[in-house]
């Protein structure tokens, strides 16, 4: 068998799975050769072969070509990782497992394949973590503030979960601002809240868009981004929303990004680059 292709790349076993919804699952798996090395806010990449079952009444794949099909797919290509990019939710310092907070696309071709696995199974872990996602260009002590949609939010709770240990930097005031269609979307609510509950200098800021299908829902409401705007929202912060202290963070939807930035930049803040650090950090999710 070609070195490329096939099982005989998998490398990492499942070790916990647990199903938040039907659609969401935060996943912990267990790399061959570890430790596994990573930067808060960085990714990897998950794998699983064509050949790899999906999930039940999952949506067929988008635009299969026709040798591509279920009826259709040659042996040899069904032995093709298909491979993506995942955030892990992880600390840096964990070190038996990555964990990662995934979303199903029902007519995807990976999550139907992962959404199938059980604890106990194989799969292909990329060797190595990369992406410039991360706190090392934040000036040290400033604020930050971590603004997700869904599973966005993955980056952050690696990132919240190492400055808790005590590692990478200084401690600092946080706010992480969470948009979900409705509250049982919220993954790590429960964390998130028993640690703004623990630490003084942290907020967690969930917000639901679909309030009229969750009638259980109190809290703030609405898109995401009209709370980046809202000229009360330092008071929720707890601390100014200003470039000259503060450090923003947008990850998920590209919509949510792009208006949010906007909506930043009027108030003077940047996107950086390597060369040039700027106060806002981008990371788009599809």
Not at 81 to 89: F, M, T
Not at 112 to 125: I, K, N, Q, W
Not at 149 to 168: C, D, F, N, Q
Not at 187 to 192: A, D, N, P, Q, V
Request: glycine share 10%.
């Amino acid at each position: 068998m070609d070195k490329e292709r096939g099982t005989d790349l998998y490398n990492a076993t499942l070790i916990f799975r647990q199903n938040l919804t039907p659609g969401l699952a935060i996943l912990r798996i267990r790399p061959d050769q570890l430790p596994y090395r990573f930067r808060a806010g960085q990714f990897t990449v998950l794998g699983l072969i064509r050949d790899a079952p999906r999930l039940a009444a999952t949506s067929p794949e988008e635009s299969p070509s026709r040798e591509e099909t279920p009826t259709a797919v040659s042996p040899d290509k069904g032995q093709r990782l298909i491979r993506r990019a995942y955030s892990i939710s992880s600390a840096s310092q964990e070190g038996d497992y990555l964990e990662f907070y995934v979303s199903l696309v029902s007519s995807g071709e990976l999550t139907p394949r992962l959404f199938h696995l059980r604890e106990g199974d194989r799969l292909f872990v990329g060797p190595k973590a990369t992406g410039v996602f991360t706190l090392d260009q934040t000036p040290p002590g400033s604020n930050l503030v971590l603004v997700a949609t869904g599973t966005g939010l993955a980056p952050y709770i690696s990132m919240v979960r190492t400055l808790a240990l005590g590692e990478g930097t200084p401690a600092r005031n946080m706010a992480i601002l969470h948009g979900a269609s409705h509250s049982w979307d919220l993954g790590y609510r429960s964390e998130l809240e028993g640690l703004a509950q623990a630490s003084p200098g942290m907020r967690y800021l969930p917000i639901v868009s679909r309030p009229e299908e969750d009638s259980s829902w109190k809290g703030r409401t609405g898109r995401l981004q009209t709370w980046v705007a809202d000229p009360e929202i330092e008071k929720a912060l707890g601390f100014p929303l200003s470039p000259e202290v503060t450090q923003v963070f947008l990850c998920g939807n590209p919509v949510m990004v792009k208006e949010s930035v906007a909506l930043l930049e009027a108030k003077g803040f940047t996107v950086g680059s390597r060369k040039e650090p700027g106060s806002l950090h981008l990371e788009q999710y599809w």
